[in-house]
C-alpha cells in the first residue's frame, strides 16, 4: 500500500482472480470498495455495523464482514466474492439446491449465506441440522424462517458426503 | 368468466396450478446478480444524506447551512421549509372511511418543528454519500427542547404535552364495533376471564433498507424514480401530486426488492427530498437509508395494549369476548394508508374463529413523539390473535377442557359457513374444523401431552400451544384505500399478449418481493392460456409497462392479481381460438390449445402452433378476411365486489421449552395448517408461511423499539434490536386445507400473512402452558427472559 496523501491510497489486491490496483480514500470499507469502484454489486450492505452479514466475503480463504474492514486492510489480499464464487463452481452444488428449495426469497442475504455456507461445506465433516442453523447464525434472512436454507445446506452436504 | 372446461383445467394432472415450479428470480440472486435499487448506476448520480432531529419534539430555532455547503462535494443543502416550497400541499394521513378520524398536516421534512426523534430536517446532497454525510455534521441547528409525549397510556390525560399543536388532545381514531347485548351476557355468564396484554413496538427491518433513485429529464419532463417499492402505483400518484409533476410524467421501477413486509407500500418523507432534489439540480440522486436512520424513520408498529374479557358458561360456551384497545401511534398517521389499521384490524378479527353471539370492540388510537406506525405484515392480527386465543385457553383452563377440545366446541363449524361473525363480518368457505383435525395429526397431540407431563415429572416445563385464527386477505373496493380517498387501487389488473414469435407476455400490476409473484402468475397463465412456462415471460414492477393496479400488500397479489391473469390470459385463449377457427375452418368450440400448438379439443390432435397464429396474427394479416382483427392481446381487472376481504383461516401448533431459573424459551417445532384456498404453489406457498411465522416469532420473543421517557428511541442497532437467528428458529411443519374461495374462479385466497398473524399467539399460549404449574403467565410480547422471570415473580 502506498499512502499517496492523508485521505488516499493505492492498494494491490487479488479480487475473483484478477489483480486490480486502485486509489481508495483510506476510510472507505471494503464492501463500499468492492460494490463502488469494481461494480461488484453481489455483496450487499444490510447494517454497516458487523451485524447482517449480507456483506460477507472471503479474504485470504476466510469469510469476514466486509462492511467492518476498510480497502486498505485488503492490500494485498486474495478476495472472493458472490461472483467468483459463483464463476469457480465452487458452491454450483449449493446454489443449485438453494433454488430448488426455495431457500431465498428476496435474496439479499443469499450471497453471504452462500458464503458463510461454503465455509461450512468446505469443513468437509458432517453436520446435524442445529449445527447448521449454529453456524450460520450470523447471516440473518428475513424472509424464510431458515428451514429452507438448513433444508439445502443440509441437502447439500449429504450429497457431498455420499460423493 | 372461467367455464366449467376452464376450471377442470385448472385441476389436470399435470397442470401448472399445484406444482413446485423454481424461480427464475431466485436462479439469478444466489449468482450474486440480483439487481437492487443501490445497484442501479445513472452517470453524474449525486447522494443525499440527512440530518434528523435529535429530540422527540423541539422547535427549530436557528439553521445555519452555510459551513455544509462550503464542504467539498455538496451540490445542495435543503431545509424543510424550502423543499415545503416546492411541494404542492402536506401530506394529512386520514381516511374519509374512518369516521372522525384526526391527523396534523406533514411536510416531507420538518419545518419548524420536529415531533419525533429521527424525522428528517435538512438534507445533504452531494457526490457521494461520504461527503453528504461529512457535511450534515456541519448543519448548525438551534434546538428548543419541548416536553414529548412518550406514552400512550397519558397521551389523552388533560393539560399534559401535544404531539402536534394541530391536534390538542393527542386523539387520533376511536372505533366501537357492538352487537348491543354485551353488558347483558357478561352479567349473566357463570364464568368471567378478564386479562390485560400489553405489546411493544417491532419494525420491519428489511435486510435491503428503504432505497431510491430519482432522475428528472427537464427535457421531456420526465421523472423516474427508481425505488425499492411494493406499490409503484401508489408512489407514482403520491410523488406525482406532492411535487407537482402530472402523473402520466411519473414512471416508477421496481427492481429486486430486498424484503419490504409492507414497510415498502408507504411514502416517506427523505424519499420524497431526495426526489426533489434531483429535479432541482437536473441530475439523479440517490438515496439509501443506512440501517441507523432506517430505525428512526421506517415505519413501526405493534404498540398496543388491550384489555380483554370473555364470558363463559359452566359447560365451556363461550357467550361473549370484550375487547378495549388502546393503540400507540406515532408523531403522524402515515400518509395515505394511516396509522389506526392496526387497531381496526384488531378489532375485526379478535376470537373471529368463534361461535358467541355477542362482542363489543373499542379502538382508541392516541398519537405520541414517536416514529409514525402503520402496516406491517399482517397488520393487526398478531395482536388480536394473541389476545383471542390467550382468552381461549384461559376459558379452556377455567371450565377443565383440554384447549384443543374447548376450540373445537366452540369454532364455527365449517358447515355453518357462509355466516357473518360477531364483529359483523361476513365469511365464507373457513374451514377451522378440517384444519383443527389436521394438526392434530400432524403433531400428533395426545403423544406430546404425555411426552409433557413425563418430562415435568423430571423438572423440564414444555409447554403446546393452539392457536386458531382467521385472516383478512385481499382487501376488495368497498372497505378503506380508495374509497377513503387514497390513490390506491384495491382492483388489479393484466395485460397478456402473444407476440409473433409465439411468446407470450403477460404485465401484471402486482409486484414481486421475493414471494415468487412472476413465478406464480406464470403458473397462472401458462394454465389456462396451455401454453408452457418458457414460452410466457412475466413483467412487474414498472409503471410504464404493467396495467395500472394496486400492487402487493395484505396477501392480495395471488389472490386478486392472480384471478385477474387467469381471466386475461382465459379471454387471449378465446381470441386466439377464434382466429384459429378461421384459419382452419372450424369451430372454435372443438379447438384447444395444449403446450403451445391448437389441437382439436379431446383427441389432441395438432393443428397450428402459436408461432403461427403468432406470425400470421401479426405479419401475414392479408391472408385474413377483412372483418378479422386480430388484436392477440387482452387485459383484465378484477376485484372483489360484496365482500370486504377474502378471509382465510387456519390454526398454529407450538411446542417449546421454558427455563424457569433462566426465563430463557426454546423453540423445539411449529406447526400450521391453513387454508389459503386453491395453492398454485406449494413450495412457494410453504414458504410464505414459514418466513411469515418466524416474523411472527420474532415480535413474539425478542423485537422491541425501545423508548425511553423522553420518546429517545435506544436500540436503534441491529446489534440492540433483535432479530431472529437460524439457531433460535425451530422447523416449521406447513399443511394446507384447501378449500377454494367462491369469490373468485380461480379459488385462491392470500397466504403471505397466516405465518405471521398467528405465530405470536400460539407461542404465548405454549409458554404459558408451560409455566402452568408455577402458576405463572406472560401477557406482554416480546416475552423476553425478563419478562418470563418477572412472572414467575423472581425478578
Redesign the interface.
Known sequence: MTMNTEDTAEITCTVNGERVTRTVRVRQHLVDFLRGELQLTGSHLGCEHGICGACSVRVGGVVVRGCLMLAVQADGAEIVTIEGLTDSEEVADLQENFVARNALQCGFCTPGMLMTAAELLASGRPASREQIREFLSGNFCRCTGYHAIVDAVEATLRQRLEG | MATKEDLIRLERPNSYIGRNL??S????????????T??V?MPRTAHAAFVRSPYAKARIMRIDTAAAKEQPGVLLVMTGAELAERCTEPWVGTLTCFDGMKSAPQYPMAVDLAVWHGEPVVMVVAETR?EAEDACELVEIEWEPLPPVAEKETALRPGGPVVHPAIADNLAFRKTIDTGKVDEAFANADIVIEETFEFGRHTA?????RALLADYDKGTQRLTIWTSSQCPHMIQAVFARTLGVPEHNVRIVAP??????GLKIHTFGDEVAATAAAMALGRPVKFIA???ESFVSDIHARENRVKGRIALSKEGVIQAVDIDVLSGAGAYSQYPRTSVFEANQILNITAGPYNHKEYRARATVVYMNKVPTSQYRAVGHPIGNSVGEALVDLAAEAVGQDPVEFRRRNVIPDEAFPTTIAAGIKLQDMSHTACIDELMKRMDYDALRAEQAVLRRQGIHRGIGIAAFIKGTAPGPSGYYGIGGAPIASQDACTIKLEPSGGVLCMVGVTD????VDTVMGQIAANALGVSMESIRVISGDTDAVPYGGGTYASRATAIGGEATYQAALALRAEILVLAGVLLQAEPATLDIVDGIVVDAGTETPRIPLSEIGRIGHFQVAELPNDVKPVLSATRRFRLTDDLYIFTNGIHGAYLEVDPDTGFIKLLKHWVVEDCGRVINP??AD?QV??????GLGGALYEHCIYDDAAQLQNG???DYR???????P??EVAHVQNPTTISDLGAKGVGES?TGAAPAVVMNAVNDALRPFKARVTCQPMTPEAVLRALGKV
Not at chain 2, 431466485?26 to 437492487?36: D, E, T
Not at chain 2, 427491518?205 to 433498507?209: A, I, M
Not at chain 2, 418481493?513 to 415468487?516: A, E, L, N, P, Y
Not at chain 2, 414459514?690 to 416474523?695: H, I, K, M, P, W
Open positions: 423454481t424461480r428470480r431466485a436462479r439469478r440472486a444466489v449468482a450474486g446478480r440480483g439487481q437492487y443501490d445497484d448506476l461520504a427491518v428489511s435486510l435491503e433498507p429486486d426488492v430486498g424484503g419490504s413486509f443506512d440501517r441507523l418481493q421475493g414471494q415468487g413450495m412457494l414458504e414459514r418466513g411469515g411465522c418466524v416474523q442497532t441491529l446489534a432479530v431472529p437467528m437460524a439457531f433460535e428458529m422447523d416449521i405465518g
